[in-house]
Structure formats: C-alpha cells, structure tokens
C-alpha cells in the first residue's frame, strides 16, 4: 500500500498576504480559497508538478505563524529556481552546493523555511 503526503500545512498570520507571496512571487498554483466560517478559512497551494500541496488559512493549523520549518522541494534546477525567486523578489539565499544536492534557501513573510533541492547526478531516475 502507497502512502502519499498530500497536504502540509503552513501556519501564516495574514493569510491573504501569504497567499500572494506563494502563488504572485513563488510560482504556486491557487487550487482553492474558501471560507467556511469566520473561523475557518482554507486555501490550497500546490507548487507546479507537485502531487503534494500546502494549506493556509485560519483554523486549519494550531502551530505558531513562522514555526514550519526546513519544508524541501525537488526541483530539476537549482539556479532557475533561484533565478525565478529572485526575479520575483523573493530573498534566496545562493546555491548550496552539497555531495547530496544543490540547495536554494528561502522564507515566507512569517519567517516559515523551505529548501529547494536540485538533486545529484546519481539519483535515481524515479526520484527526480
């Protein structure tokens, strides 16, 4: 049996202005935005190609704003993605070239990490 993560959620304080940030600056795509009640808002980002997706939104996380930390994303291109950060104005840090990897280092406006990863030469092809 598979066992898929679909869903990670991110805990923002202004979900309208995260939001923006993911899908106008990082390049997600808006799959939904309801408001279920004044207590319960839930938008679902997913990054492009992804099978997994992130949720913000008021009520659907009890973890602090900025507290989601080290969140990593397989890209194909460590200096594209950087490239399409930067050109977006999004603060990325240089490529971190590793024997695992080539990293790309970046934050949301809550201060929540994520790791862009290129991965080596050497994985396996099912993995890229």
Excluded at 57 to 85: F, N, W
Aim: hydrophobic share 45%.
């Amino acid at each position: 049996m598979d066992w898929k993560i679909e869903l990670v959620a991110i805990p923002v304080s202004d979900v309208d202005r995260a939001k923006a940030f993911y899908v106008d600056q990082v390049g997600f795509v808006a799959d939904h935005d309801h408001e279920v009640s004044d207590e319960l808002r839930f938008v679902q980002l997913t990054p492009p190609g992804s099978a997994c997706s992130i949720v913000l939104g008021k009520g659907v996380t009890e973890m602090p704003p900025g507290s989601q930390k080290g969140v990593q994303i397989v890209v194909a291109d460590a200096d594209a993605a950087r490239a399409q950060l930067v050109a977006n104005n999004v603060p990325a840090s240089e490529v971190d070239e590793q024997d695992w990897g080539r990293f790309v280092y970046f934050s949301d406006p809550d201060g929540n990490t994520w790791a862009l990863q290129e991965l080596p030469a050497w994985a396996p092809a099912n993995q890229q």
